[in-house]
């Protein structure tokens, strides 16, 4: 076991969770890793990701579960026995894009309890224990950081489900930084606009024309790399008097223009 600082972040093997990932093991932190997919899938990127330097662990989880939730943390407290970082970034789009008037209750349901009761109820198990820490090591410092999106402010009337979630995660993070803040515990949001992951591939035809029409004040898609490095400016404490701080990584798209 190392002395190093300990990450959680939720769908950390691939898309903007790898990126950051990448960021926090090149920051010197130890990272544990979930996704629902069998830790068999994801072999290769753990084994890339320990040439970083850092100690790697993966536990299949579903953060919609209350189960696999309290089970994960479990399994990080028994594998690393401490935590100083959560990424909130595991989400999903809805299955399929329907018109608010045509869209299913499934849908709204898994959605938003992947992308807000999920990183709603990780961030209330994580903090308890990191309260925990602190009460045993005062210099202990907590950060947790929700992958919001631009979606929060935006509306996309194909899916409605997904920006509720959205808002309700921004929500989310203002309460947990005004509840957390006396245990030195920093919640920030970082908010992604248009990013090449997976998520995005069955619409990258409509965005790379969006994008060539003047969507963002950068007419280019945003890498997952650029998400990464807001998240390991928050995880370096260089912002300690802004919580509950939204970083938008979206090339310029929310600010509004004539
Ligand atoms: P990807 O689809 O590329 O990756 C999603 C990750 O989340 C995967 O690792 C997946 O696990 C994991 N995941 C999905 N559902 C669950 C679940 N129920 N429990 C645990 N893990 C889960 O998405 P992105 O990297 O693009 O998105 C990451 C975050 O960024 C999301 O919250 C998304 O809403 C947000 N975002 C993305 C934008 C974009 O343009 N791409 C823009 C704005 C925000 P597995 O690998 O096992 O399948």
């Given at each position: 076991m190392s002395g190093k600082q300990v990450a959680l972040i939720t769908g950390g093997t691939r898309g903007i969770g790898l990126a950051i990932a990448e960021a926090l093991a090149r920051e010197g932190l130890d990272l544990a890793l979930c996704g629902v997919r069998p830790a068999e899938?994801?072999?290769?990127?753990?084994?890339?990701?320990?040439?970083?330097?850092?100690?790697?662990?993966?536990?299949?989880?579903?953060?919609?579960?209350?189960?696999?939730r309290l089970r994960l943390l479990e399994e990080v407290r028994s594998r690393f026995g401490r935590l100083h970082v959560l990424v909130n970034n595991a989400g999903i789009a809805p299955p399929v894009r329907a018109d608010l008037?045509?869209?299913?209750?499934?849908?709204?349901?898994?959605?938003?309890a992947v992308n807000l009761k999920g990183p709603y109820f990780l961030t209330q198990q994580a903090a308890r224990w990191m309260i925990q820490q602190r009460q045993q090591d005062p210099d202990h410092q907590g950060t947790?950081?929700?992958?919001?999106?631009?979606?929060?402010?935006?509306?996309?009337?194909?899916?409605?489900?997904?920006?509720?979630s959205k808002a309700g995660l921004a929500m989310a993070t203002q309460l947990w930084a005004v509840r957390l803040a006396e245990f030195g515990i920093r919640v920030y949001e970082v908010r992604p606009g248009i990013i090449q992951t997976d998520m995005t591939v069955p619409v990258r035809e409509k965005y790379d024309r969006l994008l060539s029409e003047g969507l963002c004040v950068q007419a280019r898609w945003?890498?997952?790399?650029?998400?990464?490095?807001?998240?390991?400016?928050?995880?370096?404490?260089?912002?300690?008097?802004?919580?509950?701080?939204?970083?938008?990584?979206?090339?310029?798209l929310t600010i509004p223009r004539l």
């Open positions: 899938a994801v072999g290769e990127v753990l084994t890339q990701l320990r040439t970083l330097g850092s100690e790697v662990a993966y536990f299949q989880a579903d953060v919609a579960q209350t189960a696999d008037l045509e869209a299913t209750e499934e849908s709204f349901d898994r959605v938003l947790i950081i929700n992958i919001g999106s631009i979606s929060a402010t935006v509306i996309s009337t194909s899916r409605g489900e997904y920006c509720v945003g890498m997952p790399e650029e998400v990464g490095r807001a998240a390991a400016m928050l995880v370096r404490g260089e912002l300690p008097y802004s919580p509950g701080l939204v970083v938008l990584v979206d090339g310029g």
